[in-house]
């Protein structure tokens, strides 16, 4: 009997493909000195203006390349460019922050001849520290995009800071007949427990659809995968997630009343997923990523609520890097969160090792749980039993590199 395939089972991750994959898109990053040697400055460009759609942080410090971008995007809800430096967050910096992103702005605007309200920028690194505004103008003028894998790899280089790894990925689905591709790149490791977005988060799409559609899709599928990632508990000054759709796939004009609607919405909640979990992966000093995976609640809302309350304790961060299956850290997580539950109801497991059953304990062989939280991915599983409510968050464990990473970050 023929069964329809779900929309999640519609998407397709193309694993060799990235931020140019989708039609009409070029980048490149340059080393404009702001680093010692690493690149420090990249572009994205659309061929031609695209919709647009963003969330920020909600931090009250928000940093002036945020506000400039803000303002570039309200005026005519249209992007073309995105211009991005890490070293430097340009943040708490007054007038001359926001003078100096303005700057910014006017030059990647005239290196390629468009509009300066057409551009975004951002930054990342190390907050209250003014812009070398003369490598800046010098990298800009250098700066060079392309459609090749090396032009992608040359920007996603240009936005880490004390990233590990490059975080990419690229997913594709057919809506109205043609195939509509998303690409993305991210930055993060420190610094990660947002509240709207997280860290810098890039994405492409060739997809056809206004901006208002588009933030009304990125704004749901946020609260759903970068806002339930955690590493550390500090929300950054400078979090920033930014699509461009610059409708070249040729699908018609995507809205919540066309048919492929929940699709589109499926391929941006993806790929969103998909950078968040390689974020919360790479936490600084990390060497696992936790999954946690709670049911039974009375609300969605309240059970991603939980499952980040689990990821963001530094008591079950720090048993699992110490592989110690000690279910009592994650009961204390879940106790001191506001959702409603119910205390003798709670199911725990560990994997596929179950420990807790109706708050419970139930007996379980130490040696299999130690060599299973061994695992460079932790899945942890809640079940509260008081509702139909469900939901994810994804952390990383705490090792003592992350202390020596952020006691030494400006040094």
Same mark, same amino acid.
């Given at each position: 009997?023929?069964?329809?395939?779900?929309?999640?089972? @519609?998407?397709?991750?193309?694993?060799? +493909?990235?931020?140019?994959?989708?039609? &009409?898109?070029?980048?490149? &990053?340059?080393?404009?000195?702001?680093?010692? *040697?690493?690149?420090?400055? &990249?572009?994205?460009?659309? #061929?031609?203006?695209?919709?647009?759609?963003?969330?920020?942080?909600?931090?009250?410090?928000?940093?002036?390349? @945020?506000?400039?971008?803000?303002?570039?995007?309200?005026?005519?809800?249209?992007?073309?460019?995105?211009?991005?430096?890490?070293?430097?967050?340009?943040?708490?910096?007054?007038?001359?922050?926001?003078?100096?992103?303005? $700057? %910014?702005?006017?030059?990647?605007?005239?290196?390629?001849?468009? /509009?300066?309200?057409?551009?975004?920028?951002?930054?990342?690194?190390?907050?209250?520290?003014?812009?070398?505004?003369?490598?800046?103008?010098?990298?800009?003028?250098?700066?060079?995009?392309?459609?090749?894998?090396?032009?992608?790899?040359?920007?996603?280089?240009?936005?880490?800071?004390?990233?590990?790894?490059?975080?990419?990925?690229?997913?594709?689905?057919?809506?109205?007949? %043609?195939?509509?591709? %998303?690409? !993305?790149? *991210?930055?993060?490791?420190?610094?990660?427990?947002?509240?709207? =977005?997280?860290? @810098?988060?890039?994405?492409?799409?060739?997809?056809?659809?206004?901006? #208002?559609?588009?933030?009304?899709?990125?704004?749901?599928?946020?609260?759903?995968?970068?806002?339930?990632?955690?590493?550390?508990?500090?929300?950054?000054?400078?979090?920033?997630?930014?699509?461009?759709?610059?409708?070249? =796939?040729?699908?018609?004009?995507?809205?919540?009343?066309? /048919?492929?609607? /929940?699709?589109?919405?499926?391929?941006?909640?993806?790929?969103? *997923?998909?950078?968040?979990?390689?974020?919360?992966?790479?936490?600084?000093?990390?060497?696992?990523?936790?999954?946690?995976?709670?049911?039974?609640?009375?609300?969605?809302?309240? =059970?991603?609520?939980? +499952?980040?309350?689990?990821?963001?304790?530094?008591?079950?961060?720090?048993?699992?890097?110490?592989?110690? =299956?000690?279910?009592?850290?994650?009961? !204390?997580?879940?106790?001191?969160?506001?959702?409603?539950?119910?205390?003798?109801?709670?199911?725990?497991?560990? &994997?596929?090792?179950?420990?807790?059953?109706?708050?419970? /304990?139930?007996?379980?062989?130490?040696?299999?749980?130690?060599?299973?939280?061994?695992?460079? $991915?932790?899945?942890?599983?809640?079940?509260?039993?008081?509702?139909?409510?469900?939901?994810?968050?994804?952390?990383?464990?705490?090792?003592?590199?992350?202390?020596?990473?952020?006691?030494?970050?400006?040094?």
């Amino acid at each position: 009997m023929y069964q329809a395939m779900t929309d999640k089972q @519609l998407i397709k991750k193309i694993p060799d +493909g990235g931020i140019l994959t989708p039609k &009409g898109f070029q980048c490149g &990053g340059v080393h404009a000195g702001l680093r010692y *040697a690493k690149h420090d400055l &990249g572009m994205i460009v659309s #061929e031609k203006p695209a919709s647009c759609a963003a969330v920020y942080t909600t931090s009250h410090f928000q940093a002036a390349p @945020l506000v400039v971008t803000q303002q570039s995007i309200a005026k005519e809800k249209i992007l073309q460019a995105i211009v991005v430096n890490s070293a430097c967050a340009n943040a708490c910096t007054g007038e001359q922050g926001y003078q100096d992103a303005l $700057k %910014m702005r006017s030059l990647a605007a005239a290196k390629i001849g468009i /509009p300066e309200h057409h551009v975004a920028v951002a930054s990342t690194g190390v907050i209250g520290e003014f812009m070398q505004m003369e490598k800046i103008e010098s990298g800009i003028c250098k700066l060079a995009t392309g459609k090749k894998a090396d032009d992608a790899r040359d920007f996603q280089t240009a936005i880490l800071t004390t990233d590990t790894v490059m975080k990419s990925c690229c997913y594709s689905a057919e809506i109205d007949g %043609m195939t509509v591709s %998303m690409g !993305g790149a *991210a930055k993060g490791s420190g610094m990660i427990h947002p509240n709207m =977005a997280t860290m @810098l988060g890039f994405l492409t799409t060739d997809a056809n659809i206004s901006s #208002e559609n588009l933030t009304a899709a990125l704004k749901n599928v946020t609260n759903t995968t970068f806002n339930q990632i955690t590493v550390d508990g500090d929300t950054s000054t400078n979090d920033m997630v930014l699509v461009m759709a610059n409708g070249s =796939a040729g699908n018609q004009l995507l809205n919540p009343d066309h /048919p492929d609607w /929940p699709v589109f919405v499926e391929l941006l909640k993806e790929s969103c *997923a998909s950078l968040a979990k390689q974020i919360a992966k790479d936490g600084e000093g990390a060497t696992k990523l936790i999954e946690i995976s709670v049911a039974g609640a009375m609300s969605d809302e309240e =059970a991603r609520v939980i +499952g980040k309350q689990i990821a963001g304790s530094n008591l079950v961060k720090t048993a699992v890097y110490g592989a110690d =299956a000690n279910w009592g850290r994650i009961i !204390g997580a879940i106790g001191q969160s506001q959702a409603s539950l119910n205390p003798k109801t709670v199911d725990i497991s560990l &994997g596929e090792i179950t420990m807790l059953k109706n708050s419970t /304990p139930v007996a379980f062989d130490e040696d299999q749980a130690r060599e299973y939280l061994l695992n460079d $991915k932790v899945e942890i599983f809640v079940d509260l039993h008081v509702g139909e409510g469900k939901g994810m968050a994804w952390g990383c464990d705490l090792s003592y590199d992350y202390v020596k990473i952020n006691a030494s970050y400006r040094t």
